[in-house]
């Protein structure tokens, strides 16, 4: 009989209890260090005391008041990323796929209001994820998410990730714009190679494009900047947030320039719990630690201490991990086992980790993780190393 629960999941058969900094206990009181907050979601890592008592106290005034009316919390919240971001105006709303939908429709919205309502086409990238929507599988465009669903959602190319050429031979008459990750996270944590989201500004420019940056995993702190693009020096026309912009409360927004912003004029979007009372207590509290004096500093240097102890990790045990990548506190380790494999065995260790594609373990901690979080996670790192070290090469190092 199926369970109550729907089984669209593979979980593991651990339930947490309750959390502390970056660690979880579970039921049977064994605790894991999380270095997969979620999934790159629990910024401020667990029970963090600014962000649960702004949450306890702006529930107990007020939840939801929809957004026929004012909400203050919003409008500051708004104002506040509109002062410390490239955007000129921003929009609220509740899941990564859905503030990449409204990203989508404020493009070709824009390009319609400015006179082109042929160019409705996105570019988006092999290796990409952008949701789980009809629209954002079809932006997603892996065969895996489409499978079983009908024909795709229209509007979507696809073309290699860091191939400029095949880009800008993929533009026609009909594009509006480019949807790209600054770091690929579900993917494998795949970075834009350099100088490749400046080229994609180039192009955008060049072809009256609008550049939109997916930085629902990247943005908010997660790679060392507020957002990632930031150190690429190039700004978008309109981009996505979400996973870590409430410290795991849901909620997700719209990060816009005036010129795609003013495109969604009221009744041409919304949302229901959009920027709502409690959301916006949330999201204001994670932004208050993230602006705060020397946090991003202190971001960059567990960053670059975790990175370094990793290098160490893989030129040491070759045989399971073949190199590091990504960008910040977003770091992934391509396996030469399969991955699910040193997940397990990460777990195992007490270490809860998250699997992405091209055979990569994803590390995405919480922002707020100490140096000696990474030594303990480096040591649990090493032990499902060993773990997972075939027992040949074991004999042969003997
Ligand atoms: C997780 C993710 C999404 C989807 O977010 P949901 O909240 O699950 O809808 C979209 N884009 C990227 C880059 C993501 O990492």
Redesign the pocket.
Known sequence: MIPALMPNYNRADIAFTHGQGAWLFDEAGRRYLDFGAG??TSSLGHGHKHLSAAIAEQAAKLIHVSNLYRVPQAERLAARYVAASFADSIFFCN??????EGLVKAIRKAQSDAGHPERTRIICFEG??????LA?IAATGNPKYLAGFGAPVEGFDHVPFNNLNALRAAITAETAGILV?PV???GGVRPAGPGFLRDLRAACDEFGLFLGF?????GMGRSGKLFAHEWAGVTPDVL?S??GIAGGFPM?AVFAREQVAKALVPGSHGTTYGGGPLACAAGNAVLDVLLADGFLDQVNDTAAYLRAGLETLAARHPDVFLDVRGLGLLLGLKCAVPNGDAQNAALAEGLLTVAAGDNVLRLAPPLIITRADCDTALELLENTARRLTPAKTEACAK
């Open positions: 999934i790159a899941s990564g796929a859905e503030a990449n990409a994820f952008h949701g789980r929507t954002m990750e690929q996270g579900e997916d930085e629902v995993q990247t996505s979400a996973k997700a």
